[in-house]
């Protein structure tokens, strides 16, 4: 196949991007986007801030804006994200206890029954676990609301959408570690008591100080067996040339090998759409041709 999207669904998966709903005019970015993705994340069109920016007034417009595109295009959507500590409106940031629960709950019911019927997979939960050796939740305002909050996101989005599979999702548990291990406790608890989870995220962003780890798939695969699909979510590779290609090949044969590793999806299109601040860490360069790590990946798929 010669397009990602094609060569990945050959393999029977999605591959995907994170989309911003302000580059949609642009015709470079835009002919990108539906010749390659077969998936597409709103990049921040979905969070809490942009969702409800006062309380009880919801605005869906720039979101829904992704969403009807992807899907009049035949393209999967990734909800993101229902629940995180990051990117709430100032409102829901001076809330605590009870209202701030309430609040929470209300967001994820809301915004899962707006898009009901419209999602493959919604990251419910995003972040909330601690970087570093403790396996600790992260702190944050909805962890000080006790520590049943993320299950009760999770029943919540199951009670609103029972068709989109949910899941949670991190940065820094793409190799086996101590945060990891604490999600996959969390899931393997979960599990147990029948708290609906269906996918684990694994965000994948790769530089120098975090390279892709040497146990990648292993770690995927051990989620996989605990009866869960995993994705990785906002892939991005800080580089450039053959070690970028490497690396990003690397990646791709890690998920094909773990059969629940069912979709890949890069956290931009061009070098210049990236969120970091600097680097060169996506698939095509800021005029849009596709790079050495491009072709790596189609002749991985
Ligand atoms: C980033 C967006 O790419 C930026 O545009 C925004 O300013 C900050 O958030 N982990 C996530 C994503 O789950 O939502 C973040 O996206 C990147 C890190």
Not at 89 to 110: D, E, F, I, K, Y
Request: hydrophobic share 40%; with cysteine; glycine share 8%.
């Amino acid at each position: 196949a010669s397009t990602l999207g094609a060569a990945a669904a050959e393999k029977g998966r999605y591959f995907g991007t994170a989309v911003a709903a302000y580059k949609l005019s642009d015709s470079v970015y835009s002919a990108i986007l539906n010749r390659e993705f077969t998936s597409v994340t709103p990049e921040n069109e979905m969070k809490w801030d942009a969702t409800e920016p006062s309380q009880g007034t919801f605005s869906y417009t720039s979101a829904d804006t992704i969403v009807n595109r992807a899907i009049a295009n035949g393209q999967k959507v990734r909800g993101h994200a229902l629940a995180w500590h990051s990117q709430q409106p100032s409102w829901a940031q001076n809330l605590s206890g009870t209202a701030l629960r309430s609040a929470m709950v209300n967001h994820v019911t809301q915004v899962a029954t707006h898009y009901k019927g419209k999602i493959d997979s919604w990251d419910v939960v995003n972040e909330a676990f601690a970087d570093g050796s403790t396996g600790a939740r992260r702190d944050s305002n909805l962890q000080r609301t006790g520590n049943d909050w993320i299950e009760v996101a999770f029943r919540t989005a199951r009670a609103a959408d029972p068709a989109a599979k949910l899941c949670y999702n991190d940065y820094n548990t793409d190799g086996q570690n101590a945060k990891s291990n604490a999600v996959y406790a969390m899931v393997q608890d979960f599990k147990a008591r029948g708290v609906p989870i269906d996918c684990v995220g694994f965000q994948s962003h790769f530089n120098a100080a975090s390279p892709l780890p040497s146990d990648y798939q292993a770690n995927l695969q051990r989620f996989a067996n605990l009866g869960v699909d995993v994705q990785i979510t906002e892939l991005d590779i800080e580089g450039s040339g053959t070690a970028q290609a490497t690396s990003f090949a690397a990646t791709v044969r890690a998920c094909l090998a773990v059969t629940r590793c069912n979709g890949i999806t890069v956290w931009g299109i061009r070098d210049t759409d990236s969120w970091r601040a600097s680097g060169t860490p996506l698939l095509f360069d800021g005029s849009g041709n596709p790079k050495a790590a491009y072709t790596a990946v189609l002749n991985e798929l």
